[in-house]
């Protein structure tokens, strides 16, 4: 009977896996797909930083990761549930990928007509992952066991697409970091 309901536990936790990668799978494809649309707004990127650091400065507290949002006190047009899916599965992948007492940094700012968001995290990307890094099922050589489908960063850059971005990951001195820049059409 032990055996057995130790059996069904490990078949459910396989079932709510398979049934997580379809509502990514289905999530990406929708956004993928050529009716979708977003509904821009003018949003305060203050209050967008601090909505991402409250979501994540619990998780990153029990990790001893360092959160800063920081970035000019600017007005953008984007979809904002849409964008806040994108920076948070980045920094989800950033918090899987920093080691316990690194940073993690959230910034904006604006060059030009572009706004420029960008997401640093202590530690390094693998060469040979960056070309690949938002491919679909793409979790690199050195991703680490405790789970992920590889659709998080493809998600990213599908929204990214959807607002006529472009997002690019490289390393600069000793950090990994991800640049999402966004044409601004104007909102009236």
């Known amino acids: 009977l032990d055996t057995n309901s130790k059996r069904l536990e490990k ?22 797909s050529p009716e979708m649309r977003i509904t821009r707004a003018s949003i305060d990127s203050k209050d967008f930083l601090d909505n991402i650091r409250e979501r994540f400065s619990f998780l990153c507290e ?26 948070s599965n980045i920094v989800q992948n950033a918090l899987k ?4 007492g690194g940073i993690i940094r959230v910034g904006i700012s604006s ?29 690199g050589n050195s991703s680490r066991p405790e789970g992920g489908f590889g ?11 959807l607002h006529h971005g472009t997002i690019s990951a490289l390393n600069d001195e000793g950090l990994a970091r991800f640049t999402i820049v ?3 059409a104007r909102v009236s």
């Open 11 to 32: 078949l459910l936790c396989e079932l709510n896996h398979v049934e997580a990668l379809v509502r990514n799978l289905q999530e990406l494809s929708r956004y993928e």
């Open 62 to 87: 029990q990790s001893h990761i360092s959160i800063t949002c920081l970035g000019e006190d600017i007005v953008i047009s984007m979809d904002e549930l849409l964008m806040q899916r994108c920076i």
């Open 97 to 100: 990928h920093t080691d316990w």
């Open 111 to 139: 060059r030009y007509s572009d706004v420029h968001i960008s997401i640093e995290n202590s530690g390094h990307i693998p060469e040979v992952d960056i070309e690949h890094m938002f491919d679909r099922m793409y979790r």
């Open 151 to 161: 659709l998080g960063l493809s998600i990213a850059k599908a929204i990214v697409d």
């Open 182 to 184: 966004l044409p601004q």
